[in-house]
């Protein structure tokens, strides 16, 4: 069944291939045929996985080879979400680059998973592991659409009306679809860390046991939490709320994948290699 | 055979005084087109009148005849001797004329390289022409060839792309700020014909509430009146700075209008929605600082000329694509226009005909084996001797002038009749 993971890549190359051909052509159809080719290397990445788990009986991410496939399989999966609701054509350009190279890194990882242990079969650590993937996802877009709002704000405040002044949308719909993704992401990551207390106090007989990965867990909660509170309490919106929202990111990438390798801890399992 | 003819004149070959005494109004031209009947070797004729542009479209027998009663009809109708514009006036036929108005209406020959207007002045001009029946079968399908060869244009080239002038430039800036214009408020600081351009612009672009500030306070009340919004005193724009979201400013003062300092506590108390401030005042009425400020943005006349020189360029090389599209079009049309000359058309029946023959036969002989070649060479000579009956009377007809001088209406009927063009 290895070559479903095959076809998925395929397929993603190929969707990355089309959005980067409607950056520069600008044709409608070009942007459709990117979409349609990710969802169809989505639907073979979301039958891998299933597949995955029929065959070793818990859910497939106790190396890093594993949580990089969930990682692109919840990038796509929220990007096809949020194009459906949004209909921001030119986030492909970032998101499905993005969910290709992260499966492919992960195809040349090595593969022997994890010896299975009791811990790994619990219906909240599913739950858990699903969720703040699917929250990182969303906040990996809120950073590409920041990185789009530069841009974009750049040329107009510097009259510099050239390549991504005509390709962009306007600021109005880059900050308000990047807002959207913090919220659906804060949302998400808020449930991941609970069920997460759960899990701990179920196994462990605690709720927080200051591992390095839940302090820096609690960090990015606080850092986005920060960021709505001020876009809810005084308008914080366009250039401070793009750049926090990258700064934000970089924070997540550290939390999920720094603290494995500079930090001891009891996540550290997943992304060994 | 008919000839496509052209004449007329425009901006680049007539001054505008000349424009002025020769321009048609929609009523006069209509009844113009009802004085072409007097005026025997014009066969068609449609009439297009623009502030930019006269020209009259005609189909002639005798083209140099009709060129002179062409003048004539300007001269009378008009009331100008011909000499005074003899020199400024363009002639075109054939091929040429049918790609000058294709280029006419694709708005390559126009002031303003793909401008929209053009096309539908001359939808109307044809209207008018089918109205009064001064328009026939040729310049029928010439003009529904013209646009279908405009829309072609327009939709795969990008030649009406970006804006090109001051107020659809700022409109277009606007809608990259704010996503849709809609429900935005304005606030018009001054007059002037660009800044009233652009107000125009934003309420067709659904834009909200007009707030409207003058030195003088009439004067506001009356530019408010006219565009249904509200006059403010101009000491009271700083407040409203906190109310609208596009700010347009063309006033004669020598200083900053609003200065950097105005926006301290209006950013916040505005929750950091966006500011937009174009301004098309010389000297500058807005403080350029502002531009530094978060979420706000400021256009001067200068930077929205760049934008349109841009914009402009990119014409220009959309416009050398849109002229591949008018040769071909012009081939397209010069095929047609020749079958619809007598000899092809005789031609094409004649084989259409002997095409259904031929499969007839060989359809039939292909069961009646025991026939002799003698008797196949009898039934092939029987079928020619049935053609050339069927179509001694329509030949005839079409070469003879029984048409009553509309040769290209029977010879049209005939190709649709008998589908020669496929």
Same mark, same amino acid.
């Given at each position: 069944m290895k070559i479903l993971i095959n076809i998925t890549i395929l397929f993603y190359a190929l969707s990355t291939a089309g959005y980067i051909f409607y950056l520069f052509f600008q044709k409608n159809f070009l942007? &459709?045929? #990117?979409?349609?080719?990710?969802? /169809?290397g989505f639907l073979f990445h979301t039958s891998f996985i299933g597949y995955r788990f029929i065959q070793i009986g818990y859910m497939p991410f106790y190396s890093l080879h594993e949580t990089l496939l969930i990682a692109g399989w919840a990038i796509a999966c929220v990007f096809l979400a949020f194009q459906y609701k949004f209909h921001l054509k030119i986030l492909?350009?970032?998101?499905?680059?993005?969910?290709?190279?992260? /499966? /492919?890194?992960?195809?040349?990882?090595?593969?022997?998973?994890?010896?299975?242990?009791?811990?790994? &079969?619990?219906?909240?650590?599913?739950?858990?592991?699903?969720?703040?993937?699917? #929250?990182?996802?969303?906040f990996a877009l809120a950073c590409g659409l920041g990185i789009l709002y530069l841009l974009q704000e750049n040329a107009i405040k510097n009259k510099n009306h050239g390549f991504f002044f005509r390709r962009l949308p306007s600021l109005d719909l880059l900050d308000t679809t990047g807002y959207a993704c913090i919220v659906a992401g804060f949302t998400m990551l808020t449930l991941g860390l609970v069920t997460g207390f759960v899990y701990a106090k179920t196994i462990w007989g605690?709720?927080? #046991?200051?591992?390095? &990965?839940?302090?820096?867990? #609690?960090?990015?909660?606080?850092?986005?939490?920060?960021?709505?509170?001020?876009?809810?309490a005084v308008g914080w919106r366009g250039r401070k709320s793009a750049i926090m929202s990258i700064i934000g990111f970089a924070v997540l990438l550290f939390t999920f994948l720094g603290v494995n390798f500079f930090l001891q801890g009891h996540h550290g399992v997943f992304t060994q290699w | 055979m008919l000839d496509i003819v052209l004449i007329g004149l425009n901006h680049k070959t007539a001054p505008i005084e000349l424009r002025e005494c020769l321009a048609f109004s929609k009523d006069e031209t209509a009844a113009a087109l009802e004085t072409f009947k007097d005026y025997p070797a014009i066969n068609e004729a449609i009439l297009f009148s623009t502030c930019n542009r006269i020209e009259i479209l005609m189909t002639a027998e005798d083209k140099s005849h009709a060129i002179v009663d062409a003048?004539?009809?300007?001269?009378? *109708? +008009?009331?100008?001797?011909p000499e005074k514009f003899e020199e400024n006036i363009y002639i075109h036929h054939g091929d040429e004329a049918v790609r000058h108005i294709f280029r006419v209406a694709s708005s390559l020959d126009s002031m303003v390289l793909g401008e929209p207007q053009i096309l539908g002045q001359i939808k109307a001009a044809y209207y008018t022409a089918t109205m009064k029946k001064t328009s026939g079968v040729i310049l029928n399908r010439?003009?529904?060839?013209?646009?279908? *060869?405009?829309?072609?244009?327009?939709?795969? @080239?990008?030649?009406?792309?970006?804006? *090109?002038?001051?107020?659809?430039? !700022? =409109?277009?800036?606007?809608?990259?700020?704010?996503?849709?214009?809609?429900? +935005?408020?304005?606030?018009?600081?001054?007059?002037?014909?660009?800044?009233?351009?652009?107000?125009?612009?934003?309420?067709?672009?659904? !834009? !909200?509430? %007009?707030?409207?500030?003058?030195?003088?306070? $009439?004067?506001? *009340?009356? %530019?408010?009146?006219?565009?249904?919004? +509200? !006059?403010?005193?101009? $000491?009271?724009? @700083?407040?409203?700075?906190?109310?609208?979201?596009? =700010?347009?400013s063309s006033t004669g003062s020598p200083d900053f209008i609003i200065k950097r300092e105005h926006l301290k506590g209006v950013?916040?108390?505005?929750?950091?929605?966006?500011?937009?401030? %174009?301004? %098309?005042?010389?000297?500058r009425d807005i403080d350029p600082e502002i531009n530094r400020l978060a979420n706000s943005y400021v256009y001067d006349i200068d930077d929205l000329k760049g934008v349109i020189e841009e914009n402009i360029e990119d014409r220009n090389k959309e416009a050398i694509r849109a002229e591949r599209i008018v040769d071909e079009a012009v081939i397209h049309f010069r095929q047609w226009y020749e079958s619809l000359d007598v000899i092809p058309t005789i031609i094409d029946l004649r084989k259409k005909m002997e095409n259904i023959a031929e499969s007839e036969i060989k359809k039939t002989l292909h069961s009646l084996n025991h026939l002799s070649d003698d008797d196949c060479r009898a039934i092939y000579k029987m079928t020619n001797a049935f053609i050339k009956k069927v179509l001694h009377n329509p030949t005839f007809f079409l070469k003879s002038n029984g048409c009553h001088g509309n040769k290209s209406l029977y010879l049209d009927i005939t190709r649709k009749l008998f589908k020669l063009d496929d």
């Open positions: 942007h &459709k045929i #990117g979409f349609y080719l990710l969802a /169809t492909g350009v970032y998101a499905a680059p993005l969910a290709a190279l992260i /499966t /492919t890194t992960a195809y040349f990882l090595p593969k022997e998973p994890a010896q299975a242990q009791k811990v790994f &079969k619990s219906f909240w650590l599913i739950f858990h592991v699903i969720v703040i993937f699917m #929250g990182d996802a969303s605690r709720f927080w #046991g200051w591992d390095p &990965k839940e302090v820096w867990s #609690g960090i990015t909660w606080l850092l986005y939490a920060a960021l709505l509170h001020e876009r809810l | 003048k004539n009809f300007l001269s009378t *109708v +008009k009331q100008v001797p010439l003009l529904h060839r013209t646009f279908f *060869v405009a829309k072609r244009i327009r939709t795969e @080239t990008g030649i009406g792309d970006h804006a *090109v002038s001051i107020s659809y430039a !700022a =409109i277009e800036l606007g809608r990259k700020i704010f996503g849709t214009l809609e429900d +935005k408020k304005v606030l018009l600081i001054g007059a002037g014909e660009m800044a009233e351009l652009a107000v125009e612009h934003l309420i067709r672009n659904k !834009a !909200a509430d %007009i707030f409207v500030a003058n030195r003088t306070f $009439e004067r506001a *009340v009356e %530019i408010a009146n006219r565009f249904k919004g +509200k !006059a403010i005193r101009f $000491e009271e724009i @700083t407040n409203c700075l906190q109310l609208v979201d596009i =700010i347009i950013m916040r108390s505005r929750r950091n929605r966006p500011l937009f401030f %174009i301004d %098309i005042a010389v000297p």
